[in-house]
């Protein structure tokens, strides 16, 4: 186990620098002209060429990728193209405080649905209930935020007149109410039959029989002995999903002007600001790895006949 | 979706009824049984059918503009009214089917047979050929995958279109950049090669399991060569959960198609795509005639859903201990 989880590890670097290699070619080889981009209207031939030298923009490819890879490893990103003079870091961390508040909000309000919802519906198996949480939550799993925005503001924006259409106010603001609905509903959709799964499992078991044969109170039976071990895998999955909310944020960020790391993505591939771009994608690369391990690392506890090797 | 447990075929003797023979024609029964399921299967036809032949299906040109007919509520001539340059919604819709049918379709069967070769490839034959598969399978599960996409539309799509540009001028052909097929090309692309190694991962797994199997040892005992084993044995019991992934890939490969489009780096404009037609009729969100939306998100949202339904329908059926 230890020496898997090491020998993952050792591979973390390796994926790091094939991805930031295929970024950076991209990046390079792609179209637009850093100069460009960082002088905006007020181009000028004698300026750009010095511009180019100083920041080394004039050297071979490789001469680059090897300085960007020594600053990175010291925590130096470089500094943005469109936002002149500012560090790539400076720029981010605030942003991904941001995106960070949503995500938070996102997991309490899909655990906060999500958990009673998996555990009724897995309680009430063969009757009605069961098979219309099933297709409730299908349902806010396979629509597409992009339909499910524009549906939310017709509804608490045009109809109901409840809820401001855009911008970010912090975790309180009622700005984050539709943003963070919105993302949850892939959550909620997953977790529920996660739940669902994991009570109907742990339903079958004999410690439940033991516990209601022996006159336990359904709802101690529930409550102390059904939802407790349904939870163990939810707890591990709920930390894990804060990784993957990222997704959802490039889309819902745009949508809604939130001033997160998703919207801030998409802003710096359409301006061609490649050194944020490099860092977004180093991040977000860099957790999806690590929640890849840890989620291949929480299988052999879900069940313990997968063996890792 | 390579993670999720793929079990193989349920054991056809513990149906109580059986009425056919042979485990094909036992999953179409089963699955002939849930309505759901099948009324999404006939919607999804439709809809691709409706892509194919949309100059036949669409009242008008996806792309006739109308100014006098702008933002009109929904009447017989316009089932789903009108957008702010008087285009039909309805059409918008239909050939938007169309785009959402060719890049799905091809990126997806492109998909599945890269991730079926390379996954059957590394699973029978591991060692060697597997440890070539291995790191480019892991750099591109380490992208996130709708940042992959992003990336590629935004920075290899202008090359290739530079690079038709120089085609169509050297050879005389024209008309391929304005036609869009670039943009059908990349997009493809991008989704196909972030498609095989979740399907390459599936099918070797697969694989895995099912070389140990006593029928395995025995066809090899009988002197069987690699390759019959691989084709007559490996790969027809491996198909099912194969089946199941296709099944949710296809909406998948749509998602995809129309968050690129809807973001504005996926298909271009005038060339119809439900991504794009979001986009632009969103601004009316902030008009009076905001009801105009509800109609196109209506009906590409239910289409997503089918696309769940459906493949959720196919794993009951053909993987019933992933319930």
Request: charged fraction near 15%; glycine fraction near 10%; include cysteine.
């Amino acid at each position: 186990m230890w020496g898997y989880v090491f020998r993952r590890l050792l591979r973390l670097p390796l994926v790091l620098l094939a991805v930031s290699f295929v970024t950076f070619t991209l990046g390079h080889y792609g179209p637009g002209d850093p100069v460009e981009v960082l002088m905006g209207q007020k181009f000028n031939q004698e300026v750009a060429d010095r511009i180019r030298r100083e920041r080394g923009l004039d050297r071979p490819f490789h001469e680059q990728y090897i300085s960007y890879i020594g600053g990175v490893l010291q925590g130096d990103f470089g500094e943005s193209y469109k936002f002149q003079g500012q560090p790539v870091l400076d720029l981010v961390l605030p942003k991904a405080a941001v995106s960070a508040q949503l995500g938070l909000a996102v997991i309490l309000i899909s655990t906060v649905v999500a958990i009673p919802l998996g555990l009724v519906a897995a309680i009430k198996q063969g009757t009605w209930v069961d098979p219309s949480v099933v297709i409730v939550t299908l349902f806010f799993m396979s629509v597409p935020a992009f339909i499910t925005m524009p549906f939310f503001v017709i509804v608490f924006v045009r109809t109901l007149h409840v809820l401001p259409t855009t911008g970010w106010g912090g975790m309180l603001a009622p700005q984050i109410v539709m943003p963070a609905l919105v993302m949850s509903l892939g959550a909620i959709g997953s977790l529920t039959r996660l739940m669902r799964a994991s009570t109907m499992e742990v339903i079958g078991q004999d410690f439940v029989r033991t516990a209601r044969s022996k006159g336990l109170l359904e709802r101690v039976v529930l409550f102390r002995h059904v939802a407790r071990n349904a939870l163990i895998p939810i707890i591990t999955v709920i930390g894990l999903s804060l990784a993957t909310l990222v997704e959802g944020a490039f889309i819902v960020e745009t949508f809604f002007g939130i001033p997160g790391i998703g919207a801030f993505a998409v802003d710096s591939f359409f301006s061609r600001d490649y050194p944020v771009i490099m860092a977004l994608v180093l991040m977000i690369a860099a957790s999806y790895v690590v929640f890849n391990l840890l989620v291949d690392l929480v299988y052999p506890l879900l069940d313990p006949r997968i063996r890792l090797r | 979706m390579a993670r999720t447990r793929a079990g193989a075929l349920a054991s056809a003797g513990q149906e109580e009824e059986r009425p056919v023979r042979g485990p094909w024609a036992l999953a179409w029964f089963r699955f002939r049984r849930k309505k759901l399921p099948l009324a999404c299967l006939g919607i999804i036809l439709a809809v691709y059918l409706a892509g194919v032949f949309a100059p036949f299906v669409a009242s008008q040109d996806y792309n006739k503009q109308d100014l006098d007919q702008a933002r009109q509520a929904p009447s017989l001539e316009h089932p789903l009214g009108t957008d702010r340059l008087g285009r039909d919604q309805y059409s918008r819709i239909v050939y938007g089917a169309r785009t959402a049918a060719i890049v799905s379709i091809l990126s997806v069967s492109f998909g599945t047979v890269a991730g079926v070769v390379m996954g059957g490839l590394s699973g029978y034959f591991g060692g060697r050929f597997y440890s070539i598969v291995q790191p480019i399978e892991d750099i591109l599960f380490a992208f996130p995958g709708m940042l992959l996409l992003i990336l590629i539309a935004a920075t290899v799509k202008p090359r290739v279109v530079e690079f038709t540009r120089a085609f169509e001028d050297a050879t005389g052909i024209s008309g391929l950049v304005k036609s869009g097929v670039v943009d059908y090309f990349v997009i493809f692309a991008a989704l196909a090669l972030f498609a095989w190694p979740g399907m390459s991962r599936l099918v070797r797994g697969q694989i895995l399991a099912l070389r140990e199997t006593e029928y395995v040892e025995a066809a090899r005992a009988i002197g069987s060569s690699g390759w019959t084993i691989i084709r007559r044995h490996l790969l027809p019991n491996a198909m099912a959960p194969v089946i199941v992934s296709v099944s949710f890939g296809l909406g998948g490969a749509v998602t995809g198609e129309v968050v690129l489009s809807w973001l504005g780096i996926g298909i271009q404009p005038p060339n119809p795509s439900w991504g794009r037609m979001i986009w632009e009729n969103q601004a009316m969100l902030r008009t009076p005639e905001w009801y105009l939306l509800v109609g196109p998100i209506v009906v590409v949202g239910l289409i997503f859903f089918c696309f769940a339904l459906l493949g959720d329908g196919i794993n009951d059926v053909l993987n019933p201990r992933a319930r």
